[in-house]
Each structure stands twice: as structure tokens, then as C-alpha cells.
């Protein structure tokens, strides 16, 4: 499924995620690179300006907000999208979810 497309100066560039993780990135219709990947991956591809080759990488990986990505051309930032602490919430929870019966269990023997 495709999840953005980016239009940089004449070329388009498009990012694909499947929900088995196959993370797709085509440049003017072709594909540019091709991973599997469970929570991102780093993409590097090269894009033609004004007949100069220029190296691009995308990041793409997970946030509270969901899929997230990062776009660099020559190593300079284009799109950095907010990364609000998806793994820090998902420990929280974690932590939590085991506290909530243990702490039930110390009540339980002062009552």
C-alpha cells in the first residue's frame, strides 16, 4: 500500500509498507529499493538533478503517531518527521501491565 508520495524538484518520489514489512521505494516509477523490515529500515537510493547524480536515504520507521520517515539529499535533512516515543510509551504500558498484579497481590496480603 502506498503510504506517501514526494514530489523533489522532477522527480516523484513514492514510499510503499506492506503489512508483512516489505517497505518498497520507487523513484519516477521504478523501484530504487526493496527491504523487509518489522520496525524500519534505512533506504539508500540516488535521484538525477539537473544531470547530477544525488544520493538520497529515507529512514523509515515507528512513532506513537504510527509509520514515520525521514528524507535526506546529500546527507542534509528535507522531511524529519516527529518521533514521539513510540518504544518509550510501548515500556510504559509494558511496566505497568506487570505492576497492576503484582501490586494487587501486596494489597491482598495487607488486607
Known amino acids: 500500500m502506498k503510504y506517501t508520495t514526494i514530489n523533489l524538484g522532477e522527480n516523484k518520489i513514492e514510499i510503499f ?30 535521484i538525477t538533478e539537473n544531470e547530477n547524480e544525488v544520493k538520497c536515504k529515507i529512514d523509515i520507521g515507528f512513532s506513537i503517531n504510527g509509520v514515520v520517515f525521514d528524507l535526506y539529499k546529500d ?14 510509551a510501548l515500556i510504559v504500558v509494558f511496566i505497568i501491565a506487570v505492576l497492576i498484579p503484582i501490586l494487587g497481590k501486596l494489597i491482598e496480603k495487607m488486607f
Request: overall charge positive.
Open 17 to 46: 509498507n506492506s503489512l508483512l514489512g516489505k517497505e518498497i521505494i520507487k523513484v519516477n516509477n521504478e523501484i530504487v529499493s526493496n527491504k523487509y523490515s518489522i520496525l524500519g529500515a534505512e533506504h539508500n537510493f540516488s
Open 75 to 88: 546527507n542534509k535533512p528535507i522531511i524529519v518527521s516527529p518521533k514521539n516515543g513510540c518504544v518509550g
